[in-house]
């Protein structure tokens, strides 16, 4: 999903490291991101991705996206 985000620089590294911050990640926290796969129920492939961004200025809100993969 790194390809469709606006980010400089991903590889396989930074996909680990990602994964287990998340693992790890309790929902919430203000000013911290969420990261959620989408995976389609019957073939299990990963369709996209939805990031949380609970806002720091404002425990209440939160920034919700979602991430479509398109070459699936």
């Given at each position: 999903m790194?390809?469709?985000?606006?980010w400089?620089?991903?590889g396989p590294d930074d996909?680990?490291?990602?994964?287990?911050?998340?693992?790890?990640?309790?929902?919430?926290?203000?000013?911290?991101w969420l990261q959620l796969a989408i995976v389609e129920r019957g073939s299990e492939i990963l369709i996209g991705d939805c990031g949380i961004h609970f806002l720091l200025e404002?425990?209440?809100q939160a920034q919700f996206g979602i991430t479509r993969n398109y070459s699936g």
């Amino acid at each position: 999903m790194a390809r469709y985000q606006s980010w400089e620089t991903f590889g396989p590294d930074d996909a680990e490291n990602l994964i287990e911050e998340q693992c790890s990640m309790e929902p919430g926290i203000p000013g911290s991101w969420l990261q959620l796969a989408i995976v389609e129920r019957g073939s299990e492939i990963l369709i996209g991705d939805c990031g949380i961004h609970f806002l720091l200025e404002d425990s209440r809100q939160a920034q919700f996206g979602i991430t479509r993969n398109y070459s699936g």
